[in-house]
């Protein structure tokens, strides 16, 4: 018998954008640069090679996120113990919004989501790093 899904993506998606502060492109690009806010990557590091990186930005994979937050984990990080706004973006903005859930969740405040993630940073001429050129 083939498995039913109770709980789609689309359902979650809508559950966390009405618990998480959503910031459009326009909103995050005005937090950009201050020393009180944290954009938190969390694509994959292929992904950051391959499109590049938005400056100053911490990586940290999503698959990672809740062992990085935690600083009961020997995998912590320091960066998620500042008191800081952390906004957290993906390639699209699914990956992130659901990340920025989870570590509200967890406790972290302020969080924060960037709509249309990278993607949506990258054409509205924000500032990039350019991907490192591979090495032959």
């Given at each position: 018998m083939p498995q039913i899904i109770t709980r789609g993506f689309r359902e979650m998606l809508d559950e966390a954008e009405r618990e998480v502060e959503v910031l459009s492109v326009e909103d995050a690009r005005k937090l950009h640069g201050?020393?009180?806010?944290?954009?938190?990557?969390?694509?994959?590091?292929?992904?950051?090679?391959?499109?590049?990186?938005?400056?100053?930005?911490?990586?940290?994979?999503?698959?990672?996120?809740e062992f990085w937050i935690d600083p009961a984990s020997p995998y912590h990080k320091p960066v998620f113990v500042e008191d800081k706004k952390f906004v957290f973006f993906?390639?699209?903005?699914?990956?992130?919004?659901?990340?920025?859930?989870?570590?509200?969740?967890?406790g972290l405040k302020p969080v924060a989501h960037m709509k249309g993630g990278?993607?949506?940073?990258?054409?509205?001429g924000a500032p990039v790093e350019a991907p490192e050129p591979k090495k032959t």
């Open positions: 201050r020393d009180d806010v944290v954009f938190v990557d969390i694509r994959d590091p292929r992904e950051r090679e391959r499109e590049g990186k938005i400056p100053g930005a911490f990586s940290c994979t999503r698959g990672m996120l993906c390639a699209g903005g699914w990956r992130s919004l659901l990340a920025a859930q989870t570590a509200q969740q967890m990278f993607g949506d940073w990258n054409k509205s």
